[in-house]
């Protein structure tokens, strides 16, 4: 059964800084993986997937994830937090296996931007 | 157009009582997806209907839970005699078809608490 990981229930960087969101996951088969965001009161929004076709990914709002079969890594990353990019990031995996149509979702980091 | 929407959207009920929670997908999507996320926890999977049907009720937690989805549309999760560790957001998503690349698209969710 295929799984995620996501390093760091909490992240804080400044405005203006790094984001980088961490997500592994294991997977029997070559997985399809996502992205999403969650803002306060809000549903689940995609930001990116990895369907195979790139392994870099580029999304909504500035994120971009690179898919490493190596290090089974789908990081987030985004060059410079905006204060709108607070919120929760989940990180989910889809198996290939006919018939499994489920996400899995990791525990999720959350996302606080200091001014 | 309209997105997925849910009601109501906060459920406060007693324990022993039954509820039900309600689902519109957008229109034209032919999966649907429930999810349950506790406090502090990713999202669970529950339960997904292709039409009408309900291929995979692996995630149902015990026979309290039940689902049923009519004229391809609305989606009606229902809890029988509540146990407070129902208490959770619960998430419906719906997506144009099943397919582990298709994209899913989240309501904004119930909060359902259990006293």
């Known amino acids: 059964a295929q799984s995620v990981t996501q390093l760091g229930s909490h992240v804080s960087v400044s405005e203006g800084a790094l984001v980088l969101l961490r997500c592994n996951y294991s997977s029997s088969v070559p997985p399809y993986l996502f992205w999403y965001v969650q803002y306060p009161n809000q549903g689940l929004q995609l930001l990116l997937k990895?369907?195979?076709?790139?392994?870099l990914v580029k999304g909504i709002n500035g994120f971009e994830a690179e898919f490493k079969k190596s290090e089974t890594s789908f990081h987030l990353t985004k060059p410079s937090a905006h204060m709108s990019d607070a919120a929760e990031y989940f990180c989910?995996?889809?198996?290939?296996?006919?018939?499994?149509?489920?996400?899995?979702f990791g525990t999720g980091t959350r996302l606080t931007i200091i001014p | 157009g309209a997105g997925v929407s849910q009601s109501p959207s906060n459920k406060v009920t007693e324990k022993g009582k039954d509820v039900e929670l309600r689902c519109d997908p957008i229109s034209g999507h032919t999966a649907l997806y429930w999810y349950r996320q506790r406090l502090g926890q990713g999202l669970e999977f529950l339960i997904y209907?292709?039409?009408?049907?309900?291929?995979?009720k692996s995630g149902l937690p015990s026979d309290r839970f039940s689902a049923e989805r009519t004229g391809e549309s609305v989606s009606t999760l229902t809890i029988q005699r509540t146990q407070q560790e129902d208490s959770a957001v619960y998430l419906c998503?719906?997506?144009?078809?099943?397919?582990?690349?298709?994209?899913?698209?989240f309501g904004p969710g119930t909060r359902l608490l259990v006293l």
């Open positions: 989910a995996v889809s198996d290939r296996g006919f018939g499994n149509e489920k996400l899995t």
């Open positions: 209907f292709q039409g009408n049907s309900a291929p995979d």
């Open positions: 990895y369907t195979s076709a790139a392994t």
């Open positions: 998503a719906s997506s144009l078809a099943t397919g582990f690349s298709e994209t899913q698209y």
